[in-house]
């Protein structure tokens, strides 16, 4: 099955493969989101859990399907093979950080007082779905970079871009569920709670084929991308999932939830990178 999938794959354009892939990631998400049609109500335990396995599959992607390729193609180069994956990471989050600081959202459980980003007065539904997009952002561009590094003839190979883009994806099927349920939960309809929640994940085709078109068209700039887009995920873990994850008495659960998600990811890159 896996097999045959990256066969199909080799069939299409590098550009082609990562707008297949986003949209791939972006449907999973809208089946996420498509829990809202069944129940109303998920406990927190089980949001918390969700969340931790979001954090160990974005943690292991980032290690094991970005920073190590990153530095393993810097090998033999005249600068050390640490320096594009440090680089990258660093900017990465601080990409991040800027967008943050700029783009109104807010997290859940969070009243409309506690928005960050610039002022604004957008409905606090908008503020909450903005929060999820902006994760997807980083996730997006991860599979973009890798498409177009599996294209580049460089050591990264497309069952490393596929597994990538498969582990994005199994995530994105609880952030779906995260951001559907407390909305259908506040009093929304399912068909717009179940809009909103698919709506997050719109960036990542988008994200997917700009990520991908950068490295091809800057090849030098491949290991840099590949730690970039690391940097930016680890700083969605770190400043707002995790923190999520431990915020509602489920501290031990969302951990393990972590390592599973973890293991999860790391098996799929090492199975089929």
Not at 47 to 73: C, H, K, N, Q, R
Request: net charge negative; proline share 5%.
């Amino acid at each position: 099955m896996v097999w045959d999938i990256i066969h199909f794959f080799q069939q299409l354009s590098p550009l082609e493969q990562a707008l297949l892939a986003g949209i791939f990631t972006w449907g999973m998400t809208a089946l996420g989101a498509a829990s809202v049609f069944l129940t109303r109500e998920v406990s927190r335990r089980i949001l918390d859990l969700m969340l931790g396995f979001t954090a160990g599959v974005m943690v292991a992607a980032s290690y094991w399907s970005l920073l190590a390729p990153a530095i393993e193609m810097s090998e033999g180069e005249s600068i050390p093979a640490w320096f594009p994956a440090v680089i990258g990471f660093l900017l990465g989050g601080l990409f991040l950080r800027g967008i943050d600081k700029i783009l109104p959202h807010l997290q859940f459980g969070s009243g409309t007082e506690a928005a960050e980003g610039l002022k604004t007065s957008w409905r606090r539904n908008t503020l909450l779905v903005l929060a999820v997009t902006l994760h997807n952002i980083p996730e997006g561009l991860a599979v973009g970079v890798a498409f177009g590094a599996a294209a580049s003839g460089y050591t990264y190979n497309l069952p490393a871009a596929v597994s990538l883009a498969v582990g994005i994806g199994i995530q994105n099927l609880p952030e779906g569920l995260v951001v559907s349920v407390p909305l259908r939960r506040e009093g929304m309809s399912c068909f717009k709670s179940f809009n909103y929640g698919q709506s997050s994940a719109i960036v990542e085709p988008i994200s997917s084929v700009i990520g991908a078109a950068a490295v091809i068209l800057i090849q030098p700039i491949l290991p840099y991308a590949l730690a970039f887009a690391a940097g930016a995920m680890i700083f969605v873990v770190v400043e707002e999932i995790i923190p999520e994850s431990q915020r509602g008495g489920n501290a031990p659960l969302a951990t393990i939830g972590t390592m599973i998600g973890f293991s999860v990811m790391m098996v799929l890159d090492v199975a089929f990178g």
